[in-house]
């Protein structure tokens, strides 16, 4: 079928509207009647209704929303096996986790309990899991290192200091430093969430994040090497810690506790074959196979049953106090050392969940809240750190078993919490004999996932070499500088990305699709037809302060019009003139008083004779010749004379012409040009003061150095989404200096705010109104072939007749 067919046609009549034609046929509202004035915003937010109060209550406490709409017979029993089954991963990720934060597991326990209660009461997420993460638990674990080091908690024996440490000590500071971190980073979010900044989240760009965390898990693998191969390297901390403790276990290497190695060997196959099997028969399986809780289950028995700790010095996790700890107040002392790391835990966390969540929120049909999510993070972890909680957010496996189990609210995470609470009160004594290497095991093994993003790389490659720059950036920093710096690192170039693709856009020059009122780049595009005498600029980014500079220079570049140097030039030949023209009057005052003079002794001559009573032929004409001979020599300087090509009309004007070192009664010297070689340029003058004002009128085309077809020029601004003070001064310039060479300048596909701030920003006046704006590209294109292409140059004439009117 032919493709006109198939995609049908339409045909529009209408008028050309510019800005100003457009605001009266849309009755377009003042600025005043769409935006209430701020004294009326105040007012209103703080006036107290009971609607209002009831909305207030509901989107803070989003629980009493879904809560009394809660069907038991039909989302109980998916609850209940879904929390089941994420309370069984609770226990083993919590307390390897706890490694990587450096405190005791119990603590990794307790983080799996208490913030996935508080997010019940106020997050919006239906299916989240939250509790520890591995790179929230690497980025306690860098700062608790950091701040309490096993060098700082040797056991003096009398005045001589033991290589050994004093690990009770040691522990409790570090738990001390986590839940400041956790506390701070909570309030953080809290006050960001109520001053509704969730939106920053969106800073962080998915390749951001996601080499991000890839790099954490470089950061924790390496921080569990040490329990993988039973070998104690040395901490570091700060940038290239991550080299300098890879480089420590190396060398470390042919220490390597046997034992410990043969456990983190057999447990790490077992873990990868369980789970690549659990993953084939997912499909068959109503429930995955709690791979994790088997392996620490069958690592405790073997470990107390062949006294692995005893006979083979294998670390295990030791005493876990079995009961609740009573909450207690953060140290603040400790915030003002923590405060960038809280910070780093803040963002870091808040991505990684508000992804999550809108990612299940999109494929469920309903809707998560930004700024609440926010608050029902922070809370979790403000309240938790209270109760010896380090930082959580959502977990990506965890959060994933809950949605394909069945989970269909928060009801799922109340049920986990109830396994991991069961477990610390009575089962925690129980993986006493825990090997530490076994919960280093699953640390590595869950990081396979991460592991795969490395594929990002290729994928990048092939999509957007941008992206992959920030990616490979991201990795870096994050990999050398450490966690916080490398975050703060990564940020910083993402937006710069950002401002180096604003401020180097795509500039093009657009020309007409062949039948229709598309314009397109006529690079880009082999049939697009650019209209004779209109140049129309279409930058692809917003025009401000970064790039406004830019904008003019390619404007130049794309118009080939080097406006400042044309400009330039017509003042060089402006001055010219002028002095040119005060040689002239000066010249044509002594011929004057020569002629004067001549007149004057032609008539003392002749009222001697007639004294005398002699009459005589006087050769007048022969004396005025000589005259006009000796001026006509001295004339031959190369000066400039004006003089009437044409008789006066009865309205008193006529025509000049420029001669260049003559002058008409000179013919030995010819007619030669004004300005340029073969140049003459004629004006209309009825005085010498008109002629002054026309010389000073002569336009830049005259004086032939540069000759050019563009008549007007149309600035395609509809890329553009505000404009601030710089940018509307370079527009101010742009019609200025192009209305210099006789080049009409017009703006269109502005957006209304736009118009607004040119208009606040005193862009209009007398030569310069909203009748240079127009509604589209299009429109402009039919105003200024109208103008001054159906007299100035031939119609272009496509398909359509873009001049007479906008039918297609």
């Not at 990002?456 to 992959?468: A, E, F, G, N, P």
């Amino acid at each position: 079928m032919d493709s006109r067919h198939r995609f049908g046609k339409y045909r529009v009549e209408r008028e050309v509207l510019d800005e100003e034609r457009l605001e009266e046929v849309t009755q377009r509202k003042a600025y005043s009647d769409i935006h209430r004035p701020l004294t009326e915003q105040l007012k209103d937010s703080f006036r107290c209704t009971v609607p209002k109060l009831k909305r207030s209550v509901m989107s803070s406490f989003p629980v009493l929303y879904w809560l009394p709409k809660y069907s038991v017979w039909d989302y109980g029993m998916p609850d209940l096996v879904s929390g089941i089954s994420v309370g069984i991963m609770h226990l083993p990720q919590g307390m390897a986790y706890a490694l990587l934060a450096s405190v005791p597991p119990v603590f990794g326990l307790y983080s799996s309990l208490y913030p996935t209660l508080i997010y019940f009461f106020f997050g919006t997420s239906r299916h989240i899991s939250i509790g520890t993460f591995t790179v929230l638990s690497i980025m306690v674990g860098s700062v608790t290192e950091r701040l309490a080091p096993d060098g700082d908690f040797l056991k003096t024996n009398g005045t001589n200091i033991t290589a050994e440490v004093d690990i009770t000590a040691r522990d409790s500071y570090r738990v001390q430093v986590a839940v400041a971190t956790t506390v701070l980073g909570g309030l953080i979010q809290v006050l960001l969430g109520v001053v509704k900044f969730g939106f920053v989240g969106t800073y962080l760009s998915e390749p951001l994040v996601r080499a991000y965390t890839t790099a954490a898990a470089a950061h924790a693998v390496v921080a569990q090497l040490k329990y993988i191969f039973g070998v104690s390297p040395t901490r570091f901390s700060g940038p290239l810690s991550l080299v300098y403790t890879l480089v420590d276990v190396c060398s470390l290497l042919p220490r390597t506790h046997l034992p410990t190695l043969v456990v983190s060997s057999v447990t790490i196959l077992f873990l990868i074959a369980a789970k690549e099997l659990n993953s084939f028969l997912s499909a068959k399986l109503p429930v995955p196979v709690p791979v994790e809780l088997i392996t620490i289950v069958a690592g405790t028995l073997l470990s107390t049953y062949t006294y692995l700790n005893s006979n083979h010095t294998v670390l295990v996790v030791g005493e876990i106090p079995s009961g609740l700890s009573s909450p207690t107040l953060p140290n603040v002392s400790l915030f003002g050392e923590v405060i960038g790391d809280a910070f780093a835990l803040a963002i870091v966390g808040y991505a990684i969940s508000i992804s999550l969540g809108k990612t299940f929120a999109l494929k469920h049909g309903y809707k998560v809240d930004s700024n609440q999510e926010l608050v029902a993070l922070g809370l979790s972890n403000a309240v938790g750190g209270f109760f010896q909680c380090f930082s959580v957010c959502s977990s990506m496996s965890r959060s994933l078993i809950q949605e394909t189990t069945g989970g269909k609210t928060q009801m799922a995470g109340v049920a986990s919490s109830l396994i991991v609470l069961v477990t610390i009160l009575k089962l925690g004594t129980l993986f006493h004999e825990l090997p530490k290497a076994i919960l280093a095991s699953i640390v590595i093994v869950n990081l396979k996932g991460m592991f795969k993003q490395y594929s990002d790389i290729v994928t990048l490659w092939r999509s957007s070499k941008i992206d992959l720059v920030v990616w490979v950036v991201t990795w870096v920093s994050t990999v050398l500088l450490n966690l916080d710096l490398g975050l703060a690192a990564s940020i910083t170039f993402a937006l710069f990305t950002v401002i180096f693709r604003t401020q180097m856009p795509t500039y093009s020059v657009l020309g007409n699709v062949p039948g229709t009122e598309l314009y397109v780049d006529i690079e880009a595009h082999g049939e697009a037809k650019e209209i004779p005498g209109i140049t129309i600029f279409r930058s692809s980014a917003t025009v401000y302060f970064a790039n406004a500079e830019l904008y003019l220079e390619a404007l130049k570049e794309k118009s080939g019009l080097d406006i400042s140097k044309m400009i330039i030039y017509k003042r060089r030949q402006e001055a010219k003139q002028r002095r040119r023209e005060r040689r002239v009057e000066r010249r044509a005052k002594r011929h004057a008083k020569r002629e004067r003079q001549a007149q004057l002794s032609v008539s003392q001559e002749f009222s001697v004779e007639e004294e005398d009573g002699c009459w005589r032929d006087t050769c007048v004409d022969g004396t005025v010749t000589e005259k006009e001979e000796h001026g006509c020599t001295e004339r031959e300087n190369g000066t400039v004379f004006v003089i009437p090509t044409s008789p006066r009309t009865p309205d008193g004007h006529s025509r000049w012409e420029y001669l260049k070192g003559g002058d008409p009664d000179c013919n030995s010297l010819g007619w030669m040009s004004e300005l340029q070689d073969g140049d003459t340029t004629t004006l209309g003058s009825n005085s010498e003061d008109t002629l002054s004002r026309d010389l000073e009128r002569v336009s830049l085309g005259s004086l032939g150095k540069w000759t050019w077809d563009i008549h007007s020029i149309i600035l395609d601004l509809t890329a553009a989404n505000f404009i601030d003070t710089v940018a509307i001064k370079t527009m101010k310039n742009i019609f200025q200096d192009f209305s210099e060479i006789d080049v009409d300048i017009y703006i269109a596909g502005c957006q209304a705010p736009v118009v607004e701030q040119l208009q606040h920003g005193d862009f209009f006046s007398e030569t310069t109104t909203k009748r240079h704006l127009f509604a589209s590209v299009h429109d402009a294109v039919l105003h200024c072939l109208n103008h001054r292409g159906a007299t100035s140059f031939p119609r272009y004439d496509p398909t359509v007749d873009l001049h007479s009117s906008t039918k297609f």
